[in-house]
């Protein structure tokens, strides 16, 4: 088994753009030290229809209300300004500069607990002997020779889907027949009960494949899956 | 009363949410594509909206409360595309929890404690909860 990087076409090289902009490392980054009740803003404005600051400020009473520490609130509003530009990016743009999001966080969760040979890398192939490479590199890899791991990562639970977790399991299995230990998950910047319910009516093999919903973003700093 | 004419109370304000939340789901549901996966999510989070009433149906709510949940209410009624409306039938729930204080996570029926329980209070600290799925979904490795 072997990690490569996917080949650049047309669509990768726009996505590379977008994946590039500062505004989706400093979304990363605040979203790195963020709460969850922060994490549920950001998927809200950054899919909100509105995108003045003080609708979001209402809605979020608890993050910018009197009862909210002065730290929590500045730390906040760095976090809506940054979602609502990525909102105001337009519908087309928003969704793209979303999933990179969530991709530059996967990355940089794993990278707090990644050791020096295990470079956390991106939208790379995993390459088994005798077997055809998918055509869909993997969006975050942790690429340790003992102990590799492959992640996907969603904006929404509807982005699990049968071609998704197919992949991965098939991954693992590879990987198994190589006597690779190859951990394989999928990360969702969505509500956990939403990805399980997604699950739950899934017939493609899963239940190997480690789930990462919203909530538990910060496991994937704090030790292997 | 609130903006949107509505009185004040707990189940006041959580019933307004759920006539919310089944219009959005009216209009997610036009995806055929999804219409199993727009049910499942409405089966399992309208009765979860419902029950952010409490034990006190009849409480009063501050009034930024009020004001957050029908923000929200406002923000999904702007929603024309379905597949959006897919997207915050996720969210939403969640949103009204949180300014209500209570959990929209429990499956119907759970144990308290159960897994699948999250309350408001663990919504606002970065450590890990100890019923991740994270942890429960690595197959006992």
Same mark, same amino acid.
């Given at each position: 088994m072997?990690f490569? #990087?996917?080949?650049k076409?047309?669509?990768?090289?726009? &996505? !590379?753009?977008?994946?590039?902009d500062p505004?989706?490392?400093?979304a990363?980054?605040? =979203?790195e030290?963020?709460?969850?009740?922060?994490?549920l803003?950001?998927?809200? !404005?950054?899919?909100?229809?509105?995108? #003045? *600051?003080?609708?979001?400020?209402?809605?979020?009473?608890? =993050?910018f209300?009197?009862?909210?520490?002065?730290?929590?609130?500045g730390?906040?509003?760095?976090?809506?300004a940054?979602?609502?530009?990525v909102?105001?990016?337009?519908? !087309?743009a928003?969704?793209? &500069?979303?999933?990179?999001?969530?991709?530059?966080l996967?990355?940089? =969760?794993?990278?707090?607990?990644?050791g020096p040979?295990e470079?956390v890398?991106?939208?790379?192939?995993?390459l088994?002997?005798?077997?055809?490479?998918?055509?869909?590199? &993997?969006?975050?890899?942790?690429?340790?020779a003992?102990? *590799?791991e492959?992640y996907?990562c969603?904006?929404?639970a509807?982005?699990?889907?049968?071609?998704?977790l197919?992949?991965?399991?098939d991954?693992?299995a590879?990987? !198994?027949?190589? #006597?690779?230990?190859?951990?394989v998950?999928?990360?969702?910047f969505?509500?956990?009960r939403?990805?399980?319910?997604?699950?739950d009516?899934?017939t493609a093999n899963? #239940?190997?494949?480690?789930?990462?919903?919203?909530?538990? =973003?910060d496991?994937?700093?704090?030790?292997?899956p | 009363?609130?903006?949107?004419?509505?009185?004040?109370? %707990?189940a006041?304000?959580?019933?307004? %949410?759920a006539?919310a939340? +089944?219009?959005?789901?009216?209009?997610?549901?036009?995806v055929e594509d +999804?219409w199993q996966?727009?049910?499942?999510?409405?089966?399992a989070?309208?009765?979860?909206?419902?029950?952010?009433?409490g034990?006190?149906?009849?409480? /009063?709510?501050?009034a930024?409360?009020?004001a957050a949940?029908? +923000?929200?209410?406002?923000?999904?009624?702007?929603?024309?595309?379905?597949h959006k409306?897919?997207?915050?039938l996720?969210t939403?729930?969640?949103?009204v929890a949180?300014?209500?204080?209570?959990?929209?996570?429990?499956? /119907?029926?759970?144990?308290?404690?159960?897994?699948?329980d999250?309350?408001?209070?663990?919504?606002?600290?970065?450590e890990?909860?100890?019923d991740s799925?994270?942890r429960?979904?690595?197959?006992?490795?």
């Amino acid at each position: 088994m072997r990690f490569q #990087d996917a080949a650049k076409d047309a669509r990768a090289v726009v &996505y !590379a753009g977008i994946q590039s902009d500062p505004l989706v490392s400093r979304a990363a980054t605040l =979203l790195e030290e963020a709460t969850t009740a922060e994490r549920l803003l950001a998927r809200a !404005a950054m899919n909100g229809e509105r995108t #003045d *600051p003080e609708t979001w400020r209402r809605v979020f009473p608890t =993050l910018f209300g009197e009862s909210a520490g002065e730290g929590l609130r500045g730390h906040a509003e760095q976090i809506l300004a940054a979602s609502l530009e990525v909102a105001e990016r337009g519908e !087309a743009a928003r969704s793209q &500069y979303r999933g990179a999001v969530v991709e530059e966080l996967t990355a940089r =969760l794993l990278a707090r607990r990644a050791g020096p040979e295990e470079p956390v890398k991106r939208e790379r192939r995993v390459l088994f002997d005798g077997v055809r490479a998918e055509i869909h590199p &993997y969006d975050v890899t942790l690429e340790s020779a003992a102990r *590799p791991e492959v992640y996907d990562c969603k904006w929404g639970a509807r982005g699990i889907n049968a071609d998704v977790l197919n992949q991965l399991d098939d991954a693992r299995a590879h990987a !198994a027949e190589e #006597d690779v230990d190859l951990r394989v998950a999928i990360v969702v910047f969505d509500a956990r009960r939403s990805c399980e319910l997604r699950l739950d009516r899934s017939t493609a093999n899963h #239940d190997q494949t480690r789930l990462v919903p919203l909530e538990f =973003l910060d496991e994937l700093k704090g030790g292997r899956p | 009363m609130s903006e949107s004419g509505g009185s004040n109370s %707990a189940a006041d304000v959580a019933a307004r %949410a759920a006539e919310a939340y +089944e219009a959005l789901g009216g209009l997610a549901e036009t995806v055929e594509d +999804e219409w199993q996966y727009v049910t499942d999510l409405v089966d399992a989070y309208l009765p979860s909206i419902r029950g952010l009433v409490g034990a006190d149906p009849g409480r /009063a709510l501050a009034a930024d409360v009020i004001a957050a949940v029908d +923000e929200a209410i406002c923000e999904i009624a702007l929603i024309t595309d379905p597949h959006k409306a897919i997207d915050w039938l996720s969210t939403f729930p969640h949103l009204v929890a949180l300014a209500l204080g209570g959990d929209v996570d429990r499956r /119907a029926g759970a144990a308290d404690g159960a897994v699948g329980d999250l309350d408001t209070a663990d919504l606002h600290t970065t450590e890990p909860d100890g019923d991740s799925p994270f942890r429960l979904l690595r197959g006992g490795r």
